[in-house]
């Protein structure tokens, strides 16, 4: 068996035995992984609590052939999430995105830039950055990066692109804007401000940064968080665990 190294986040952890439990990691080199961790419950174990939900490390793990559990062997902490420290919005917030990458992402398959991007949001709130908007970044840039994003600048029937008026259609089935010609007979479409549009390109630039970002006002956020929920659950199949708490979330001061 081949012994791996890569740095990771943890993403879940769930009781195995007594003393072990399965971890599933966000790796920078390997995409999700999920492992035995032999002796992780112990008080003395051999990953010295490394192991805490949202916690960076860096991992040793013993690949396994087929579908069967990886055998982590090491895990040294390089950072500890400690926004639950500051306030609960956060650290819910940190769940979120564990849950997106646990949902979003297929094991085995590498992202190192979605791992960076998780990584930087998630020590981000451990600062005093407006998260809400930093979370409006990661969910667009993450589903970027997966090829998930839905067209914002073209129509998605016919490529016609859309120009940035006051309300511009947006089919949640079909993945993007649509012209007035191909919305008809399209179902799950709903009605979006132009500045929602507008906003949502501007946050999956490349090269754009917080500081760059114009503060998000209630409405806008408001707006943008019923779209990219709903969204979500198009895509996924189902309803994050956490969209129930971002919604009563989303007009709130930090």
């Known amino acids: 068996m081949a012994s791996e190294k890569s740095r ?7 009781d195995f035995s007594e003393t072990s439990c399965v971890v599933t990691l966000f790796s920078e080199d390997f995409g999700k992984i999920s492992a035995l961790a032999k002796g992780a419950r112990r008080l003395k174990g051999p990953f010295e609590s490394a192991l805490d939900l949202l916690s960076l490390c860096r991992i040793v793990f013993l690949r396994k052939s087929s579908d069967a559990l990886h055998l982590l062997t ?38 190192s830039e979605l791992f960076q991007i998780a990584n930087d949001f998630l020590l981000s709130l451990d600062s005093e ?19 998930h994003l839905p067209m914002l600048d073209a129509c998605v029937g016919c490529g016609k692109c859309i120009e940035n008026r006051n309300r511009v259609a947006f089919g949640q089935l079909a993945g993007g804007v649509l012209c007035s010609q191909c919305r008809i007979g399209q179902h799950q479409v709903v009605s979006v401000s132009g ?4 906003t949502m390109r501007r946050y999956t630039e490349q090269h754009a940064s917080a500081q760059q970002a114009a503060p998000l006002t209630p409405r806008v956020a408001g707006e943008m968080r019923g ?3 709903r969204y979500l659950c198009h895509l996924l199949g189902h309803q994050p665990r956490m969209h129930q708490w971002l919604d009563g979330q989303t007009h709130k001061h930090q």
């Open 8 to 14: 990771a986040l943890v993403i879940r952890v769930i």
């Open 74 to 111: 090491e895990a040294k902490l390089e950072r500890r999430f400690r926004a639950a420290a500051r306030n609960l919005p956060r650290l819910y917030a940190g769940y979120y995105v564990a849950e997106l990458l646990r949902s979003l992402t297929d094991e085995g398959d590498p992202h």
């Open 129 to 147: 950055s407006e998260w809400r908007a930093d979370l409006f970044r990661f969910e667009l840039n993450a589903l970027r990066l997966l090829g």
């Open 195 to 198: 500045e929602v549009i507008a």
């Open 227 to 229: 779209v990219l929920s």
